[in-house]
């Protein structure tokens, strides 16, 4: 054995830190003994959330607005889609009890943490298995790393990560194993690192994608983009997709009632449905028609005109359909209109501070969204404690001042339709990429609203997950798109210079070398107090760059469902999203004998009492 490799191990087995040489000389290692005094954590006496009065059975039918580009989790394009099907929503080690915040089995039964503050080791459950019947080991974590490592899954994101954030992986035996950080964090911050919902370190079916020969250097299909673009790959979680029909619709089956998962008493009466088929319907208000017809079982309500205005139909005031609005606390993500400073005339600062002035979000909160909705005080989100600055405040809309930026920027001249144009023959005009139909009257609100600084704002309504796509590739001037968050603000997907390349979240493309130090700085930073100022001051800085117009977010969701769906009581907790997403709490269920109940009523003309529930428990 090399003897850096020797050295290395023993400094674990120590319980020293010595990572940073040997931890890029393999991808993952094996050891023989773990280290003498480790405090094992369970935390299995947790209170439970989901009802035992759940049952068993059913399809749960609900929709798509478009086909997904891809069923892989990473890659080209993976983004959006169903990757929440097989990555996102599916066991991580461990997760956040989403009401007392504490860190509950998943994969792992248990954990426990070393004295060098980078060490993090973890005993697996023994009875997890892959939906295809395979079990997973710790070999199914050790492969993780040469997957997300590997240059032939196109996915820089990941390749930064497992490359210069994990430091590696060690395998004891074949449910025991230690993940290792290049830096020093507080073990708390570890185990959101490990257990990221979007990015956590999920361990990958080795056997399933085992290369077809052995030329492949890392271990990964040369061709892996284009041979696993429509495979389905196995999954950890009570689900599976079993059919495709492309274009049209999926359908993911349940594991079974022996899923490994429900030996753990926190997933016990959750995932109850037998199947969920998602049928792709491309337009929101054909989609309505079929749910109040009874062919899907419910139907989100977020939109302002949906609850106010579509929510009165018959069925609502029959009983039939039932309404829910329940409030979370869930962090928001990085959102609003990202301005693209690659394209002509927005690498000009003036002119990005002139379109921030002009744009109106507060205006179109409340004359479009009908106030129910909240501005974001950031354009990297809200929620995440002492991260997020506290003098962080939107710009409010002020077209004068917006006026007087745009002629700094050499735009003196208003054309005869109110447009400013500079010396060049050029038209201050931008159109703004988005990919739903239902945000075209905000958008709508927005181009009038601009038109007061002399700003054009064309619409450029791309197809749902084409739209990401699209901005992916940064063919946008300016992207109408909010992100999912976490509880740590995410800085180096977003602005890093390394990232400013098609196929990443930078959806700026802003490329600042003092920006990039202090994102750097931030992921090294051990001391809490210290990242914490190093966030604020990149809070600042994005401020002051003017790269992303803070929108809207809704700390709530508000959701119509046909009365045989049922939810324990309380329905919310602080983290749900959703109430009735079935990959994420999964709590809901469906009752065969109220459905059975419910359409003799119908045919019969009996109607019961109209219900709306408002659950806000965890108002802020």
Known sequence: MDKSIKLYLLSVLLGVSCVANATNMADGVNASELPEGLVWISNMNEPLFASEQAKRGGTFRTFMASFPQTLRSVGPDANSGLRHYFMDGMPKLAARHPNTGKWIPQLAESWAFGSDYKTVYFKLNPEAKWSDGEPVTADDYLFMLKYYRSKDIIDPWYNDFFTNTIGTVIKYDDHTIAIIAKTAKSNDEQMVMINLPSNGLQPRPEHFFKPDNDKNKDGIDDNFV??????????????????????????????????????????????????????????????????????????????????????????????????????????????????????????????????????????????????????????????????????????????????????KAGFETIGPDGIRVNSQGQRLSFAVTYGYPVWSPRIAYLKEQAKQAGLELTLNLVDGSAAFKYILEKKHDLAFLNMAGGEIPAYWEYLHSKNVKPQTNNHTNYSSPALDEQIEAFKAEFDVSKRYQISHTIQKMVTDAFIIVPGYMVPYTREAHWRWVRYPVPGMTKKTESMFYPVELGTFWIDTDIKKETKAAMKKGRAFEPVTVIDDTYKL
């Open 226 to 407: 284009r041979k696993y673009n429509f495979r389905s790959e196995p999954t950890t979680g009570a689900y599976y997709l079993d059919s495709v029909k492309k274009g049209k619709s999926v359908i993911f089956r349940h594991v079974g009632k022996d899923w490994w998962g429900y030996g753990n008493r926190y997933y016990q009466n959750r995932y109850n449905v037998d199947k969920i088929r998602l049928r792709v319907i491309r337009d929101n208000d054909i989609a309505r028609k079929h749910f109040e017809k009874g062919d899907l079982d419910t139907f989100g309500l977020v939109l302002p005109h949906l609850w106010h205005d579509k929510s009165g139909s018959q069925p609502y005031k029959k009983g039939y359909i039932h309404k829910f609005w329940g409030y979370n606390q869930v962090a928001q993500g990085a959102g609003g209109i990202w301005i693209n400073t690659a394209k002509p005339l927005l690498d000009n600062i003036e002119v990005r501070k002139g379109l921030t002035y002009a744009t109106d979000f507060d205006g179109m909160i409340k004359n479009v969204l009908r106030g129910d909705y909240v501005r974001k005080p950031h354009g990297l989100g809200f929620g995440h404690g002492e991260y997020d600055r506290g003098d962080n405040k939107p710009p409010a809309f002020n077209p004068q001042l917006a006026a007087e930026l745009f002629t």
